[in-house]
């Protein structure tokens, strides 16, 4: 079992900074893939940032490509975004998720936290 939760989220104006952390509860948390996803308002939820399971690969969805870091630390059992360059578009409630594979697919995660919501305003 691992439980997930997120914080970090708030309001910030276009071209602001933000930084997400998602703390995970459980001694497996450096066997699980970890991701970022998030849905804005009257849209799906869409896969925004990824990390394998020792931290040294990454994946980002086109969107943010350039704008937000990912990353972990296995010893605190926690993942962080880094969202820089914020735009309106941005806004939506981040999940963190975690999964036994790495990868974009929501399907294949099967931890996910309660999201922390993120306004950006123009």
């Known amino acids: 079992q691992l439980q997930l939760v997120e914080s970090g989220g708030g309001l910030v104006q276009a071209g602001g900074s933000l930084t997400l952390s998602c703390k995970a509860s459980?001694?497996?948390?450096?066997?699980?893939?970890m991701g970022w996803f998030r849905q804005a308002p009257g849209k799906e939820r869409e896969f925004v940032a990824g990390?394998?399971?020792?931290?040294?690969?990454?994946t980002y969805g086109d969107s943010v490509k350039g704008r937000f870091t990912i990353s972990r630390d296995n010893i605190q059992n926690m993942v962080s975004l880094q969202m820089n360059i914020l735009e309106p578009e941005d806004t939506a409630v981040y999940y963190c998720?975690?999964?036994?594979?790495?990868?974009?697919?929501?399907?294949?995660?099967?931890?996910w936290g309660q999201g922390t919501r993120v306004t950006v305003s123009s």
């Open positions: 990390v394998t399971r020792s931290g040294d690969g990454t």
């Open positions: 459980g001694r497996t948390f450096s066997t699980y893939a």
């Open positions: 998720a975690a999964s036994p594979i790495f990868s974009v697919l929501q399907r294949r995660y099967n931890y």
